[in-house]
């Protein structure tokens, strides 16, 4: 006899498609929708950004955005972690490698 019970299957991994898993797609999903949200924000700001612009800009359906983000207020969140994280990594990156460093007096002058 042969058993009617379906093999386990990984449900975290999911299947595999294009060559990429469920987490790396959703992932791939959400960095689309992030690159979307700075270029759509950037250029018509955040009151006449839509979820149908963000979506027509990251070549992607709605379904797809409210899984990722929910909603314009929690992209708009991700957007700026995003950038004042890639401002304080550069920021740092140039005081690190910069030879030049300004010192500036331990106290202000007394005026």
Same mark, same amino acid.
């Given at each position: 006899? *042969?058993?009617?019970? $379906? ?5 975290? +991994? ?5 060559? !990429?898993? %469920? ?6 999903? #959400?960095?689309?929708? !992030?690159? +979307?949200?700075?270029? &759509?924000?950037? *250029?018509?700001?955040?009151?006449? +950004?839509? &979820? #149908?612009? %963000? ?5 992607? *359906? ?9 909603? %314009? ?5 991700? &957007? ?6 890639? !401002?304080?990594? #550069? ?10 460093? &300004?010192?500036? $007096? +331990?106290? %202000? $002058?007394?005026?």
């Amino acid at each position: 006899m *042969t058993s009617s019970k $379906p093999k386990s299957i990984n449900k975290q +991994a999911g299947r595999i498609y294009g060559g !990429l898993s %469920l987490e790396d797609r959703k992932k791939q999903r #959400r960095e689309q929708f !992030l690159q +979307a949200g700075i270029n &759509v924000f950037g *250029t018509s700001g955040f009151r006449s +950004a839509t &979820v #149908r612009s %963000l979506c027509k800009e990251a070549k992607l *359906t709605d379904r797809y955005f409210y899984e990722s983000y929910g909603n %314009l207020e929690n992209l708009l969140k991700a &957007v700026y972690e995003h950038c004042m994280t890639n !401002l304080a990594k #550069r920021s740092c990156w140039q005081l690190l490698t910069n030879t030049k460093m &300004v010192m500036l $007096p +331990a106290r %202000l $002058p007394q005026a």
